[in-house]
């Protein structure tokens, strides 16, 4: 069975891990200003992960770019980039595809009009708030892993949090060619770790070991003592609960 080998390795989020959600705003995807290639395709991988780290009573934060219209980031004040993810636009809101809680916690980020701003922990009470609900390990997921996402990692690291990057839920830009390559690089080289959807545990992993030969059992009828009875019967529980919430 797959199981101990994933009983080593696997994630389970628990109630000190916050899920970050960066920047999934229209603006950032196809037909956005500042379209992320493919951005949209992350959403779903997202809203699983969503769902994952709810149900297991972990925290989801919803950071967002949120503009002055004169913000020192756009080219008409000198900056990079077209104007993006003004403040009440619709362009900056949070996808609708997206699946946050019904309560999220939000974080906004370079609202300084003079400040640019990538990491979600500059100027804003991110830590504070971590700090407060005692969070102690980050997963960061969203757009854009070579401005925000990676320099929202790097401020994790300086402050000390168990950071995570959830690689098939994050996309760049690569303004230049290899700009993804090396975000990845630089977090991992500052502890940082990579990990993806399979790195977590599924629903198999859970199941009592009783279930590697259910066939077995069955076909033995003397085998089937009182204990074993209400081995199989758990069994069979916890693949239907598994099945519900999977919805
Ligand atoms: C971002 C470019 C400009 C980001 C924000 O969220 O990664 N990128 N502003
Ligand atoms: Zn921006």
């Keep these: 069975m797959k199981g101990e080998k994933g009983l ?37 991988v997202i809203n699983n992960y969503i769902k994952r780290f709810e149900s297991a009573k972990a925290y989801v934060i919803a950071s967002r770019d949120w503009h002055p219209l004169n913000h020192i980031s756009f080219k008409k004040q000198g900056g990079p980039w077209p104007p993006h993810c003004v403040q009440e636009t619709t362009g900056a809101q949070f996808s609708p595809q997206l699946k946050l809680p019904d309560q999220p916690i939000v974080i906004s980020k370079a609202t300084d009009p003079k400040h640019e701003a990538y990491s979600a922990f500059d100027n804003t009470n991110l ?3 971590l700090q407060q609900l005692g969070v102690e390990r ?5 757009l854009a892993t070579d401005y925000c996402v990676v320099n929202t990692v ?7 949090y168990d950071t995570i990057v959830l690689s098939d839920a994050t996309l760049g830009i690569n303004v230049q060619p290899g700009d993804v ?7 991992q080289k500052k502890g940082a770790s990579l990990l993806t959807e399979a790195d977590f545990t599924h629903s198999e992993d859970n199941l009592p070991l009783t279930t590697a030969e259910p066939d077995i059992l069955a076909q033995k009828p003397t085998m089937m003592d009182a204990a074993k009875k209400k081995a199989k019967m758990r069994s069979k529980g916890a693949g239907n609960r598994i099945k ?4």
């Design 8 to 44: 080593n390795k696997t994630i389970n989020p628990t109630g000190k891990d916050a899920l970050l959600v960066t920047d999934i705003q229209i603006d950032f995807l196809p037909g956005g200003a500042l379209p992320v290639t493919n951005g949209d395709k992350i959403i779903p």
């Design 127 to 129: 830590h504070n708030t």
């Design 138 to 142: 980050l997963f960061v997921t969203g």
């Design 154 to 160: 790097l401020g994790a690291r300086e402050l000390g």
């Design 181 to 187: 390559d090396r975000a990845f690089e630089a977090m």
């Design 244 to 247: 519900t919430e999977r919805g």
